[in-house]
C-alpha cells in the first residue's frame, strides 16, 4: 500500500470525501497541484476549482471553493469552505 494516499475532504457541514487514493489534483491560490504517494509535506491555499482524485483507473470529481489542503507523503486533508460531488451538484446554484 505504499502507492497510496488517504484523501480526506472536509467542509463546515460534512465530511466529503474519506478515500485511499493513487493521486490527487487540487485547485492551488496559484494553479493545480499534482500529489502522488510520498510527496513532500506542504500547505497551500485553495482557489475555486475542481479536485480529482483516482484509485484503479477511475477518476472522481469535485467542486471546492476556498480553504486550506495540507499534504504529507501519506495523506492528503482538505478543510473546504464548499465540497460538491459532481453527481449531486445543481447547475444553476454552481454558475451562480
Known amino acids: 500500500m505504499a502507492n497510496i494516499l488517504q ?6 457541514d460534512k465530511l466529503v470525501v474519506n478515500a485511499a487514493v493513487e493521486k ?4 492551488g491560490k496559484n ?4 500529489v502522488l504517494p510520498k510527496h ?4 497551500t491555499e485553495l482557489a475555486v476549482g475542481e479536485i480529482r482524485y483516482s484509485l484503479n483507473g477511475v477518476t472522481k470529481r469535485l467542486a ?3 480553504g486550506l489542503a495540507e499534504v504529507l507523503p501519506d495523506r492528503v ?4 469552505e464548499t465540497g460538491e460531488r ?3 451538484m445543481d447547475p ?4 451562480e
Open 86 to 88: 459532481a453527481e449531486g
Open 40 to 43: 513532500a509535506p506542504l500547505i
Open 77 to 80: 486533508t482538505i478543510l473546504a
Open 92 to 95: 444553476k446554484r454552481a454558475r
Open 7 to 12: 484523501l480526506e475532504i472536509v467542509t463546515p
Open 64 to 66: 471546492v471553493a476556498k
Open 31 to 34: 494553479g493545480y497541484l499534482g
Open 24 to 27: 490527487v489534483q487540487i485547485p
